[in-house]
């Protein structure tokens, strides 16, 4: 472009004369992962606030100002919001885990629902021991059942070629079916008119962030947002590492682009499919840690409230990558306890006007993600030196 005038509109209608992205240099990898959702997230939000405008007549702007404000407007805004974006941090990196193996674990919601009732087994029978042997055994706990449930899909795929995406969808519906029975009649607190759990012991109940920054000297009533959010975090840098910088990473991507690839190169498929599955049920089921351990203290009808398959959403707009499904959690997040917030002030935005928002989020960083590749893709080329890739 050096030596050339270039005038506004000539750049637009060179870019948005493309038809495809045929020729163009490849997107670097922040360009990829950064900028082309948040373009999504961008226009998803312009649509949405057309679609309120037409639907109920509100002001868009004033909308989304009364969004953020009940978001991150204060330290007890934030603290809900990032308790939300916990649950969604495990579900995110539940489904991207199986996603890097070549697998669409749609089964989170029905492995976090199992690890509930691993929780309170345990939480109900560790009462003697001090928080910092009970905690560990609840999440442990978590882990395993969650991964158990998630093994069962595993197997069938690796061993009997049944697809994962039927049976972990099926099994979803089980074991919403075996909670249900379970809690009901089997743990249900004796003279309950409704189906919970007796209260966990109390060593197992998950300390508030707000609790552990006072004793650094640091001063913020968040509210709800407990030990997990910090455990999510880790969770995330681990998964990073297992899927970038360990063998069994490789393996998991190798099986995940090209099956015959691995088997050539000596991997098993049917292992990697398993041990992908474990992980990643494992880590469905750290979701009940948040939820149970940190706010209910004891097992609930459908606590998870359908995060597993936000989950895939959230996957889905971090690009798999642990730190884009962090920031795509606190922004699902954000719309829950915004949305809340705005009901509150006007009756007319109840939860099915923040579904349809959600909708239309996971509808531009979903299925029309690679929209904006080519003209993103076309400006990049214009203003890279010839023979410069990414």
Partial sequence: MSGQTTTPSALLGAIFSRRGSAGLIPLPWWADTIILPLINVVVAFLVSGLAVWAIVGADPLTVGTTMMTGAFGDANAIGTTLYYATTFIFAGLAVAVAFHAGLF????????????????????????????????????????????????????QAKRGSHVVITTIMFNYIATALVQYLLVNVMMKPGSGEPKSELFADSTNLPLLSDLLSVFGLQFDLTLVN??????????????????????????????HNKTAAVYAGISPARIIIIAMLISGGLAGLMGTNVLMGEQHRMIID????????????????????????????????????????????????????????????????????????????????????????
């Fill in 105 to 156: 674990n749609i089964g989170a919601d029905g492995q976090g629902q199992i690890a509930g009732i691993g929780i309170t087994l345990a939480c109900l029978h560790v009462g003697g021991l001090p928080a910092f042997l009970a905690i560990p055994i609840g999440v442990l706990a978590a882990m395993i059942f969650g991964a158990a449930w998630a093994f069962i899909p595993a197997y069938l």
């Fill in 227 to 256: 030990l997990a959010f910090p455990i999510a975090l880790i969770a995330a840098a681990l998964v990073w590492a297992l899927i970038w910088r360990t063998r069994l990473g490789y393996a998991m991507r190798t099986v995940g």
């Fill in 303 to 390: 606590y998870t409230a359908g995060a597993g398959f936000i989950g895939i959403a959230v996957s889905l707009m971090g690009r798999s990558h642990p730190a884009g499904i962090v920031l795509a959690s606190i922004l699902f997040g954000a719309l829950i306890q915004g949305g809340q917030e705005l009901s509150f002030d006007n009756p007319v935005f109840d939860k099915n006007m923040i579904v349809m928002i959600q909708g239309i989020i996971i509808l531009f960083v979903g299925a029309l993600e690679t929209m904006f590749r080519p003209q993103l893709a076309t400006l990049f080329q214009m203003f890279t030196p010839a023979g410069k890739g990414a």
